[in-house]
C-alpha cells in the first residue's frame, strides 16, 4: 500500500532520528530493513507496510 498520508521529507525526517537512536543504543540495521525503509521513504509502502514486512521477516508475531 502507497503512503498518501505523509510527505517524503517528513518520512526521511523521521526514518533518519530513528535510525541514529538505534544506532546510538548499540543496534545495527540491517541492509534488508535499509531497504524496506527506502520503500517507505520513497512513498512505495506505508508505515502498516513496513511493521508487516519487519514482523514478517523477524516472526515478531507477539506484538
Known amino acids: ?3 498518501r498520508g505523509t510527505t517524503e521529507p517528513s518520512r526521511k525526517a523521521l526514518v ?6 538505534v544506532e546510538l543504543e548499540g543496534g545495527h ?7 524496506d525503509v527506502r520503500d ?5 509502502i506505508d508505515a502498516a507496510g513496513l511493521v508487516a514486512r519487519t ?4 516472526r ?3 506484538y
Do not use: N, P, Q, W
Open 16 to 21: 533518519e532520528e530513528s535510525i541514529h537512536s
Open 1 to 3: 500500500m502507497r503512503d
Open 29 to 35: 540495521i540491517t541492509e534488508e530493513l535499509r531497504a
Open 40 to 44: 517507505y521513504v520513497d512513498g512505495k
Open 55 to 58: 514482523r514478517a521477516r523477524y
Open 60 to 62: 515478531a508475531d507477539r
